[in-house]
């Protein structure tokens, strides 16, 4: 699952967003705000935890799904000082989230390795650190803002304590890209392309760029734009994530420059289905 962390130094390099990393922040549209406020948005993310939780998708425990940080030296794991005597732990739920915060973050830093554990590796880590003060954890932290939730480890004893965890956060960043997808799907189709293009980098700064959706959006938009580097740069992520069934139909739109801007996409199986 890591094997790619080490070969990007040498034959592959991640992907980014220009727009994004020029401006990391370009402020959540208010009805994307005010919708996560609503009701409905607790219910979404109800659904789409007990649709993860469903086999096939459901983590495995002894499959390594997670990443951590570790010092150069590999002697202890990175950690955020919350006081003088507590520690809190940075885990990954996928090796691009923590490349991504090592380079938006630590690349001026010391060196850091990449630990892969299954929920069953992650809770034995848990345990031989808190006696050493390293009582919490914080998952996928963005490194393009200061919002996080750090989780008592003592509040995870079993496997399936983990996987309710990864399933919980889960659900809201795949709740969140959904409306963050309807509000540039809205643009787009009254053609206000640099609103849905802002909207997109906005997400892919913040909520995910695993979503092949907003990739194949993102495209859309950029050939509305005319943006030949907005469009280089959304190929080159489903590239990395070889994702070429999604890259053909990017190269359809491109080709005939006709796009109907269906960016939910709501048969790709991506989320749980809409209710």
Known sequence: MLDWLTRRGKNQTMPEYSGAWEIPSRGVPSRCSEQEAHEAFSARCDSIQRWLCEPPRRLQDERRYFVA??????????????????????????PFRAADYVRTLLATGPPVTYLSSSP????????????????EFIL?????????????????????????????????????????LKYAQAAARAEQFY??????????????????????????VAV?????????????FLRFFKLKSW??????????????????????????PLQ
């Not at 997400?203 to 859309?220: F, I, N, Y």
């Not at 890259?247 to 199986?269: I, K, M, N, P, T």
């Open 120 to 135: 069953l590796e992650l809770l034995a880590m848990f345990g031989d650190l808190r006696p050493v003060g390293i009582d």
């Open 69 to 94: 940080l570790l010092t150069e030296n590999s002697q202890s794991v990175v950690t955020i000082e919350r006081t003088s005597e507590s520690h809190c732990m940075l885990v990954f739920s996928s």
């Open 224 to 236: 509305a734009l005319y943006d030949s580097e907005l469009l280089r740069e959304a190929r080159s």
């Open 140 to 180: 996928d932290r963005c490194p393009r803002c200061e919002v996080a939730c750090a989780i008592y480890t003592s509040s995870l004893t079993t496997t399936d304590d983990v996987v309710n965890c990864w399933s919980i956060f889960k659900s809201m960043e795949l709740a969140r890209m959904e409306e963050f």
């Open 195 to 220: 609103t849905a293009r802002d909207v997109l980098l906005e997400a892919a700064a913040h909520v995910s760029v695993e979503d092949p959706r907003l990739h194949l959006a993102m495209g859309q």
């Open 247 to 272: 890259e053909s139909r990017l190269d359809q739109v491109a080709h005939s420059r006709r796009s109907d801007y269906d960016f939910l996409l709501e048969d790709s199986g991506l989320s749980a």
